[in-house]
């Protein structure tokens, strides 16, 4: 958990023990215990080799700047959810992907958590979708604040270059669109 490993699991004899379900208990106390003194916000230990890096990057540094609730990243392969992951932001990224099987593999990453499969769109359609669908499953509300990545053009693997802050403006702007969308307006 220190060197900042993504998953940890059981082999060997403590998978298949006399009791697997306590086993499971102290690896998660464990964890809990150690992820309280884990160096956080690690924005300074990493090679930026791409634009990618450098969105991640900032994007995990303004989330703990502003303290907003998560970070929201909407991504084609999950690389840029996996690099905002590496700098340890302390705060959940929320991933929407096009791809159920990168949503699969992506939920081994730290602090991910693939939230919904969504179709591929104009990224202002794409990101309207985005915001009212997590605000009806729960990962949005209103009354927060939130950093939200994706990338022109929409569902193309590799182009993360779009940072949003949002908050209830904005929110309430993506949802009022989707709706109008959905309604043909």
């Not at 930026?48 to 609730?69: C, H, M």
């Not at 994706?150 to 693997?157: F, Q």
Request: no cysteine; net charge neutral; proline share 2%.
């Amino acid at each position: 958990v220190l060197d900042g490993t993504d998953a940890v699991m059981l082999s060997e004899e403590s998978a298949i023990g006399k009791n697997p379900v306590a086993v499971v208990q102290a690896m998660r106390n464990t964890i809990v215990q150690t992820q309280q003194i884990y160096p956080f916000n690690k924005f300074d230990k990493f090679e930026r080799y791409d634009d990618i890096d450098v969105v991640a990057a900032s994007s995990a540094r303004l989330a703990v700047q502003l303290d907003v609730e998560s970070i929201i990243s909407i991504t084609s392969s999950g690389k840029s959810a996996l690099k905002m992951a590496r700098y340890r932001a302390n705060k959940d990224i929320i991933a929407i992907t096009h791809d159920e099987e990168t949503a699969h593999q992506l939920t081994l990453a730290w602090g991910v958590t693939p939230a919904f499969v969504l179709g591929r769109d104009d990224l202002n359609l794409l990101v309207a979708n985005s915001i009212k669908k997590a605000s009806e499953l729960g990962f949005v509300s209103r009354d927060k604040s939130y950093i939200m990545t994706a990338g022109y053009p929409a569902g193309v693997a590799g182009s993360t270059n779009f940072i949003r802050i949002l908050k209830r403006e904005q929110i309430d702007y993506y949802i009022e669109l989707a709706q109008k969308q959905k309604d043909g307006k």
